[in-house]
């Protein structure tokens, strides 16, 4: 005990704190004492057709937890969910974690091979399926031997699933026979919580894990970091939450934990339909979303959001650049956006782009230019940007390195897969391969994907910044560059261009070369950088969540 | 290492966490990561007189480092510091326990001989003082055998020592002699980090201490719920903060840590001197502070107060009750003031009392009333209200219990005192000895400390509330009520009473009585609570930490 270790000597005090019962381990379940205290007639919405209040989630998490556990969930058992945002989806979030077992969130834009590769890849036991994905699982139900329950997810509480598919109970059946109270068991802060698999343009889906301690870490570190600027672009506890990067894709960037440890209004929208999305945020007063620049294109080009009213609406985009020209529409519909930086290895936030306290007005340009770049390091992460031989580069806005990163909510490997981990984690530092400079502000700017850096006469041009000065041509709606392989040159940058389609006027490969030959003009960027070649397509193909799929075009380019 | 542990088996993973090198044990290094990263430039302003930048902190925390490792320090060594709120005292918040050495805050407030005690108990080798000390250590000096090494802080460098006081060197030039590098070692992040001793009012001081891990939680954990209100009471980016807590006290209440993590400007007043701490508020631009109620009345009645613009100051008030007559006169002078509770025994911030998003506006009495209140449990805490077999009592504003707590951050103990410690975790969780209710909208009330609660005619009267009723009368500048033994009824409560001195009309003990008497018509306190004594007096008693001292008015009430 630890009156016993005192009397000892002082440093026995130390080795007895880990195991002692004050040490408090840092568990999901721990995320809910503050909520439960004052937020409990707050409400969670389900696509506005289902509202529950704080006091109901707890109650569900409790019904869910004995539901599963008459299922035969134990501690370490592998629970996968398909499912679309939904306040389901948070009552898996929780609960499945504190039981002990491990919630597995399903990409469910995958093929259906690669839904049943990390499914079984995962050991999952379990699964709970909305029915929208029956299809799928009916056709790779015989290539999960592993799992040995299944629930249904019926929103509209009459669906017969197909004969081949035997189901154990019903989501909101289960919760209707199980009682409203467990006793949620103290463990080891470091026991896997969530997995999920990345979705990497090359070779297999790629599998990452987090422990309860890495989650609640990331949520409170970055709900510090979330709430502490001045002014605009800070989220409070009189925000509407509304998550627009699915929910199984990396937790949804860990939000609904945070908005939940906040007590914030929850709007979960089920499927993501634009125009139903825009009508949500007017309904539910949503103030507070984050999603990759593609759905927010999406979004502002839907036919309701011509007459919507944005000016109360906060949005987070990560994911992939933020390019100027969104980011100055939105600016104009009187969206307050910035930046955030992570991936799924990573829980996934690492820096976010607050602008920093300032009495000066400043220009609209500054505006998109500040709220375009990555932002700062958010507390405990230590981030550094490195040549080959993983010696710093300087910070000073010119040179270039790789992204290596230290903090305490990093994916410890690849599940199940020791030589990815450990080139993942070579030398210690885990390797993000993100092309960035860091500017004498500390700001962070992501110049590119390692592989997508375009080696153009003995330079390296970054596919982003010609993007992002592409994306300013006013006839510009959504741009790609790669690389192509050139005899001379060894690459040369390629633009795959969408023009708006309100565009009354002829714009040719020439007008986009042209726009970018002034900035060569101005010493902004080298004359490699030119794209050769300009190719207009009426869409750009775009990976499972929503990216410029680059694989893809360096592929089909022709 | 972990790609071999991921094949062998999923457990295997999660045991080899703890040791991996991504384990990143949470150390407090960590802290200036991300301040180093973007406000390198900001400033640390010590008594209006120098002035460092975050750069230079950063460096001195380095040479500190350095000149402390030649005399002597090593991992575990103790390390006092006896100093008023300085730049210097931030540098030994970093670079002592980022040795993996122990700082020791000295309370310069207690007695010699306590002050020898608690040095002593804590195992001190190495000691910094401030020359305003030197009497003080000179008379100690030979009850501290395990002391080897003192460093003299002089901040007009010109003070020869006592003859008796050997000095290793002086601050500033064990700073100028030693290098800006220093490489701070990883260690486990249960590694005790400060020590400082309790002035509870019965027997020896009593230390409490903290690790990495406590002090790095606490810091992320306290900001998250400091930044985090919708408007009004939230500290925020652009804010510069003075501790008016002193340094050596529950460290500031944890909020230099806080203020250098968010890369704020911060201001160390030195010694306290009301008017010269009201001149530092509009010369430095002060917006953020926090202080007990009594250091607050001592500044709003000091001359300088007169003609201060305080509507850009945030004040957090904590070690004991906002009376409501304080808080009133505070937010009439456009003071945003608010609350908080803890005690040195956690860490020490267990609540806050931040207004809930309204769109209702309040009158100024339920703004005084709402910011009185101790408010909600920050985020992780675990607090209930039990009666005396540990039962929890309901949350409907009427039951009282005794407050006891779990959280990430809360002293394990007191140092080599096993049968206090024991008491202080009786079942599992700390006991505060703090009476208190908890209302249907989760804000805790604190009523009492158990040992103040008068038992009068078989109730208990909460010695707080009823000083509360009485501060709201117009002359009344400060009030103490105690329980005073009583033939009849067991205890009857007495107040201890201060008149404003610009108070013309004379004031007699029954018209406070027939102030009290009101409120019992209202139904708003029981008849027992009317103080059956009042005394007139010029002050009233405090302690080293300038609270009530109710104790010494117990034993000399006369």
Redesign the interface.
């Known amino acids: 005990m630890?009156?016993?270790a005192?009397?000892a000597n002082?440093?026995s005090?130390?080795n007895?704190?880990?195991q002692?019962?004050?040490?408090?381990p840092?568990l999901i379940k721990?995320?809910l004492?503050?909520p439960m205290?004052?937020?409990?007639e707050q409400e969670i919405v389900y696509r506005g057709k289902v509202r529950i209040s704080y006091a109901q989630l707890q109650e569900r998490i409790a019904r869910l937890a004995n539901g599963l556990e008459r299922l035969g969930v134990k501690h370490?058992t592998t629970v996968a969910v398909m499912d679309w945002d939904s306040h389901r989806y948070l009552e898996c979030y929780f609960a499945i974690p504190m039981m002990g077992a491990v919630l597995q969130t399903v990409n469910i834009r995958l093929s259906q091979a690669e839904i049943a590769y990390t499914i079984d890849h995962a050991?999952a036991e379990v699964v709970l399926v909305h029915t929208d994905f029956l299809p799928v699982l009916e056709a790779i139900r015989e290539k999960l031997p592993r799992v040995h329950t299944l629930v249904l997810i019926d929103d509209e509480g009459n669906v017969t699933p197909p004969p081949g598919l035997e189901f154990a109970d019903e989501y909101e059946r289960l919760l209707a026979s199980s009682g409203t109270q467990f006793d949620f068991p103290d463990f080891?802060e470091?026991?896997?919580a969530t997995t999920f698999y990345t979705t990497g343009t090359t070779g297999l889906p790629k599998g990452v894990y987090f422990?309860h301690r890495q989650l609640?870490?990331h949520t409170?570190?970055v709900?510090?970091a979330l709430?502490?600027?001045?002014?605009g672009q800070?989220?409070?506890?009189?925000d509407v939450y509304m998550p627009l990067t699915p929910m199984f894709h990396v937790h949804a960037w860990g939000m609904p934990y945070i908005a939940t440890?906040?007590g914030l209004k929850q709007v979960y929208p089920g499927r993501y339909v634009p125009d139903r999305i825009v009508e949500l945020i007017r309904e539910e007063a949503v103030t507070y979303s984050h999603c990759v620049g593609t759905i927010l294109h999406m979004m502002l080009s839907c036919p309701q959001a011509k007459t919507a009213d944005f000016s109360k609406w906060k949005v987070v985009i990560g994911g992939g650049a933020l390019p100027n020209g969104l980011a100055r529409a939105a600016l104009e519909r009187g969206i307050d956006i910035f930046t955030g930086y992570g991936m799924s290895e990573t829980c996934p936030v690492l820096t976010l782009a607050q602008l920093?306290?300032s009495r000066e007005p400043r220009t609209l340009d500054e505006e998109v230019s500040l709220r375009c770049r990555t932002g700062?390091?958010?507390?405990?992460?230590?981030?550094r940007i490195v040549d080959e031989e993983m010696r710093d580069v300087p910070h000073d806005g010119l040179a270039s390195g790789e992204v290596v990163v230290?903090?305490?909510w990093?994916t410890?490997?690849y599940?199940?897969?020791?030589?990815a981990?450990?080139v993942l984690?070579e030398g210690?530092y885990?390797h993000t391969q993100d092309v960035a400079r860091?500017g004498t502000?500390?700001?962070l700017q992501i110049t590119d994907r390692i592989k997508d850096v375009i080696k153009s006469g003995g330079e390296w041009v970054s596919s982003l910044d010609v993007e992002s000065l592409i994306s300013q041509h006013p006839a510009v709606a959504e741009v790609a560059v790669i690389g192509i392989k050139s005899e001379k040159w060894g690459e040369r940058p390629a633009a795959v261009v969408v023009l708006h389609p309100e565009c009354a006027m002829p714009v040719s490969a020439e007008d986009i070369r042209t726009h970018v030959m002034q900035f060569v003009e101005t010493g902004k960027i080298s004359k490699y950088a030119v794209p050769e070649i300009v190719k207009f397509v009426d869409a750009i193909e775009k990976t499972s969540v929503g990216k410029l799929n680059k694989k893809w075009l360096r592929e089909n380019f022709d």
């Open positions: 630890y009156h016993e005192n009397q002082d440093a005090d130390e007895e704190d880990a002692s019962a004050y040490a408090y840092l721990r995320l004492h503050t205290a004052h937020a409990r370490g050991r080891d470091n026991t896997r422990s609640v870490l409170i570190t709900m510090a709430t502490s600027p001045e002014d800070r989220v409070h506890r009189g440890l906040m920093m306290p700062l390091p958010i507390p405990l992460v230590d981030l230290r903090a305490p990093l410890q490997g599940l199940h897969n020791p030589e981990s450990k984690w210690g885990l860091i502000d500390g700001y």
